[in-house]
């Protein structure tokens, strides 16, 4: 038996959400009956031990696939045993190594999607709509149908 599977079910653990039998693969569901025979589609099993079984099985495949595992493989297995997301992981040193093109287009990419921008963005477009409708009485620089503003949005689109 899996030593972490009595580890996560002690009387700290009972509030954890459980899996039925019913819903796991097929192909995991023989991978925890090897482990654990009297396991079967009318049991239940918790989250946190069934993605410890999820990691085991995961890279028991890989291994008989590929051999022994990268650095990057073990990663993405913790990842899934965490059930977190690689980018929560990045590193300093990784950010410190992107070029400088690479940290502006970080930068215009977090502002372009930002809500500060979508709003503010908005703003100008309803004051160039007034501006060249009310004010300038569709005389303005860029009269109806506002073939400038759809120049400039087409660009921003490009860019973003």
């Known amino acids: 038996m899996n030593p972490n599977y009595n580890k996560l079910r002690s009387k700290e653990h009972f509030h954890i959400q459980k899996v039925s039998g019913k819903t796991i693969r097929k192909s995991l569901l023989q ?3 090897k482990d654990k025979p009297d396991f079967s589609e009318d049991n239940e099993i918790p989250l946190n031990v069934l993605n410890l079984y999820r990691e085991k099985y995961i890279s028991e495949y890989l291994t008989s696939q590929i051999g022994e595992l990268t650095a990057l493989e073990k990663n993405v297995l913790s990842t899934i045993n965490e059930e977190s997301l690689l980018s929560d992981n990045l590193d300093e040193t990784n950010i410190q190594d992107l070029t400088f093109g690479q940290r502006v287009a970080d930068k215009v990419a977090s502002f372009g999607g930002s809500w500060k921008f979508i709003i503010s963005f908005g703003v100008f477009i309803v004051i160039w709509i007034c501006l060249n409708a009310f004010v300038y009485f569709n005389k303005g620089f860029d009269p109806y149908p506002f073939i400038l ?12």
């Open 31 to 33: 991978f925890i009956q």
């Open 149 to 160: 503003l759809n120049l400039i949005l087409s660009c921003l689109a490009a860019l973003q």
